[in-house]
């Protein structure tokens, strides 16, 4: 059965730093497109960035620069880096599998980015 | 840059009856590239469709997509009080470039 645990979330000064991971079980990451999708508090979705089987990175225009999205595949966990985090990136963060849709979602971890 | 307008934007519907959800694509997009998500309230998004017309494995036969070009549609029948959630259409672009509409917010009486 494929499963999507998120961790990492909490409470964030603006331009601090966090790091999300996402653990997976049931299937090797490394053989699936992996992503991020956020969600701000009671609005819609918006994908974050993906990374490929190939290994390649893509991101959102508002986070590059920012984020980085990685994987350790020994260990199948999904991380995404946070750097230099501001008050728009509060939201529910989620891991999915996927291309061109997302099949499986975790159940997110909360991001707030507040002084 | 591709935009998803999804209407109405609430639906207000009885059980047992039937709803129409639409997306509007601002330029014509690949079928294969459109997909359609229910969010229950508390929970994670599901995918019900891929393909614009595919069910996702263990979704009921009363969900169900079509249309092409700019003008895509999610129909779900006989409409129960567990059908009540936000629902999403999602666009995969090159680039890469993910896009969801704001969502239809499906009410049940």
């Known amino acids: 059965e494929v499963q999507l645990v998120e961790s990492g979330g909490g409470l964030i000064q603006p331009g601090g730093s966090l790091r999300l991971s996402c653990t997976a079980s049931?299937?090797?990451?490394?053989?699936?497109?992996m992503n991020w999708v956020r969600q701000a508090p009671g609005k819609g979705l918006e994908w974050v960035s993906v990374?490929?089987?190939?290994?390649?990175?893509y991101y959102e225009d508002s986070v590059k620069g920012r984020f980085t999205i990685s994987r350790d595949n020994p260990k199948n966990i999904l991380y995404l880096e946070m750097n230099g985090l501001r008050a728009d990136d509060t939201a529910v963060y989620y891991c999915?599998?996927?291309?061109?849709?997302?099949?499986?979602w975790g159940q997110g971890t909360l991001v707030t980015v507040s002084s | 840059e591709i935009v998803l307008t999804q209407s109405p934007g609430t639906l207000s519907l009885s059980p047992g009856e039937g709803a129409t959800l639409s997306c509007r694509a601002s330029?014509?997009?690949?079928?294969?590239?459109l997909a359609w998500y229910q969010q229950k309230p508390g929970q994670s998004p599901r995918l019900l469709i891929y393909?614009?017309?595919s069910r996702a494995t263990g979704i009921p036969d009363r969900f169900s997509g079509s249309g092409s070009g700019t003008d895509f549609t999610l129909t779900i029948n006989r409409l129960k009080p567990e059908d009540v959630a936000v629902y999403y259409c999602?666009?995969?672009?090159?680039?890469?470039?993910?896009?969801f509409g704001q969502g239809t917010r499906l009410e049940i009486k």
């Open positions: 999915a599998t996927g291309r061109p849709s997302f099949d499986y």
């Open positions: 049931g299937f090797t990451i490394s053989s699936k497109y």
């Open positions: 990374v490929y089987t190939d290994g390649s990175t």
């Open positions: 330029q014509t997009i690949i079928s294969t590239y």
């Open positions: 393909a614009a017309s």
């Open positions: 999602q666009h995969y672009g090159s680039s890469p470039k993910y896009t």
